[in-house]
Structure formats: C-alpha cells, structure tokens
C-alpha cells in the first residue's frame, strides 16, 4: 500500500501588537506573555517563519514545512513595511535609508543593504493599537514604506534611529507577493501555498 506524504498547511496572520511571534513559551521571565495561538486552532507543529518582535505588527506566516521556512526567510521573498516615525522625516533621511546605514548587530557594526524607501502621502488605516502611539501634541509623525530583502534583529527601528527619526510603530505589509490588505489585527487564514 503506497503512503502519501504529509500534506503541510500554511497561513498567514495579521499579528497584533503584545505578541510574541511563537506558540510555546519555554522562558520562565515570559510567563504572562500573549502567544499567537490564542488566535486559531493550529497544528501541532506549526511555526512562525520570520519573526516579528513583541512591538511589532503586521503579515506573518506560518507552517508546518521547515523547508518552505528557509525559502520565506531568504532575498527571494520582498517584506515591506509601514513605519510611523518620530518627525517629519526628510529626503535626506530616506536617502541615507535607501543606500544603506551603519547599524550594530551583535555588537559588531553591520552596514545594512541597499532598499526601497518612500514617505507615504496618507497615513495608513490600520486598526488602532492596544498600546497607545504618542500623543500630536508631542510634535509630528510621518509614515514610510520600508522594503528589505534582509532581516536582521529589530533591524528597521535600528535603521530609523539611525538616521535620527526613531521608530513608533512598525507594521509589515507584504512578504513576496502577499499583502495584509484588509486583513484584522489577529486575523488567521489558511492558503495554499506562499509562493503565487
């Protein structure tokens, strides 16, 4: 009798804000930390391909295939991101962006690859965050779209500081061809594949 292999499942997810980018929480100083399994009933042995940090937001992908981990994570998938910064960002800020800066990573200096770098002319509508942004009265904000083929720790709030405009709230939008579109925060769909 011939055995089919496992089929693996795939979905993405729109991240909230407060979560950690995992099921199990191993780490005794995590206890009270909110897991993405909250949201659906997963798979046994689903995981996240490509983390987002607790403060982050936005497109995640999950899986049962290791192997299809490796691909996501690469330079062939594009992730991009909205990001509110702190300030009216200027073109010369966005240009030292798009080139590269020197950023540290493991405390040793990286500079980061060269990226697409825009300001947006509208702020995006996504839904309001459990945790407050600043309040106007503290001066402006602007948003840019920040595309990496690249994914190195919190390498986007690095990137900003860098440059003087830190970071107040990052959302990932895309990864390769999938977008969040009208996606909820903590809204889960099953696909077929990553690749389109």
């Known amino acids: 009798m011939e055995i089919k292999p496992k089929q693996h499942q ?16 191993n780490d005794i100083s995590k206890h009270k930390k909110k897991l993405l399994g909250e949201f659906y009933n997963f798979p046994k042995n689903i995981m996240a391909i490509g983390r987002l940090d607790e403060k982050s937001e936005g497109l995640l ?5 290791g192997n299809m981990s490796e691909l996501v994570r690469s330079s ?23 080139n590269g800066v020197k ?24 839904p309001d965050r459990e945790k407050k942004i600043r309040d106007d009265r503290h001066g402006p904000t602007s948003w840019i779209s ?5 994914g190195k720790f919190r ?13 107040l709230r ?3 939008v895309r990864i390769g061809a999938h977008q969040i579109n009208l996606m909820k925060a ?9 690749i389109k």
């Open 10 to 25: 795939h979905f993405v997810i729109f991240k909230p804000y407060g979560y950690l980018s995992q099921f199990a929480n």
């Open 155 to 167: 390498q986007i709030r690095k990137m900003t500081a860098a440059v003087g405009f830190p970071t």
């Open 186 to 194: 903590g809204e889960v769909k099953e696909i077929v594949s990553f």
């Open 146 to 150: 920040i595309t990496l083929t690249e």
């Open 76 to 98: 062939q998938f594009e992730k991009e991101y909205f990001v509110q910064v702190d300030g009216d960002i200027t073109s010369q800020a966005i240009l030292q962006l798009k």
């Open 103 to 126: 950023i540290g990573i493991h405390g040793t200096k990286y500079i980061t690859n060269n990226c697409a770098v825009y300001k947006l002319t509208e702020n995006p509508n996504f």
């Open 170 to 172: 990052l959302v990932r």
């Open 61 to 65: 992908f999950l899986t049962t295939d």
